[in-house]
C-alpha cells in the first residue's frame, strides 16, 4: 500500500489542523492504521492508532482528549483532527498501515509509511 499524507501548516497555538493519509494500492479496510510524529532533534513517537473498522482508538497521553483519529474505508483515507495545538506538537506528522490490521504504539507493528507532513504551531 502506498500512502499520501497531508494538511499539515503553519497554525497559531490553540488552532486547529486536520491531517488526512490517502492510501492506494491495497484494500485499506484490511490495514490497521496510525499516525507518528517527530520533531527536531527528537524520535519519532506515537500519536494515535485507529483498527480496520475504527472501532478502537488508542492515543498517546500528550494528544489525549485534543487529538481524534478517524478512518473512511469508502475512501481510503486515515484523518488526525488535531484541536487546541501546542508549540510542542510541532513536528513531521507520519501516517502508518500495519498488515493484518494490527495496530500498536510501536513503529515495527508497521510496514507502511507516508512521506510526512509538517505542523508548525507558532506561541
Not at 484494500?27 to 478502537?56: C, D, H, L, N
Amino acid at each position: 500500500v502506498q500512502l499520501q499524507a497531508s494538511g499539515g501548516g503553519l497554525v497559531q497555538a490553540g488552532g486547529s489542523l486536520r491531517l488526512s493519509c490517502a492510501a492506494s494500492g491495497r484494500t485499506f479496510s484490511s490495514y490497521g492504521m496510525g499516525w507518528f510524529r517527530q520533531a527536531p532533534g527528537k524520535e519519532r513517537e506515537f500519536v494515535a492508532s485507529i483498527t480496520r473498522t475504527g472501532s478502537t482508538t488508542v492515543y498517546a497521553d500528550s494528544v489525549k482528549g485534543r487529538f481524534t483519529i478517524s478512518r473512511d474505508n469508502a475512501k481510503d483515507t486515515v484523518y488526525l483532527q488535531m484541536n487546541s495545538l501546542k508549540p510542542e506538537d510541532t513536528a513531521v506528522y507520519y501516517c502508518a498501515a500495519a498488515n493484518y490490521g494490527l495496530t500498536s504504539r510501536q513503529e515495527k507493528t508497521y510496514g507502511y509509511w507516508g512521506q510526512g507532513t509538517l505542523v508548525t504551531v507558532s506561541s
